[in-house]
């Protein structure tokens, strides 16, 4: 008769077992630090107007971001940022979640991407 291993004898134990087996790659993770901030591919649909507060910026994230929804809405804490954005550019941003809200802090223009193409890296 084959016996089983004394942790698998007991529910308890057993149970014990698979959670730490399930929660084992998230903590690894976090031992690591922070996952490096990436940049998104997007279309400025609308920019903020002159003097208005919160500077509110609508991007349309192209089909690759694998986000939900494909057109959101960002603050922008420094304007700053969008010398030289008009719209219908194509950019490159990183946005961060904050109390008031998801917030903008990096935001680049980039080349657009070709149908069928990879679209090129977006590196600092």
């Known amino acids: 008769m084959h016996r089983a291993a004394p942790a698998l004898r007991h529910p308890r134990r057993l149970a014990c077992l698979a959670l730490t087996m399930t929660l084992w790659p998230w903590g690894a993770a976090l031992a690591q630090g922070p996952a490096p901030r990436v940049y998104t591919r997007a279309v400025v649909r609308e920019l903020p107007a002159v003097g208005a507060q919160p500077a509110l910026l609508r991007l349309k994230i192209v089909p690759q971001g694998k986000l939900p929804f ?37 935001l680049r223009k980039v080349a657009p991407c070709v149908r069928f193409q990879a679209c090129p890296p977006i590196v600092d």
């Open 70 to 106: 494909s057109t959101l809405t960002f603050r922008v804490q420094d304007r700053r940022l969008l010398n030289g954005i008009g719209l219908g550019d194509e950019v490159g941003f990183i946005a961060e979640r904050r109390p008031e809200g998801n917030t903008v802090v990096a």
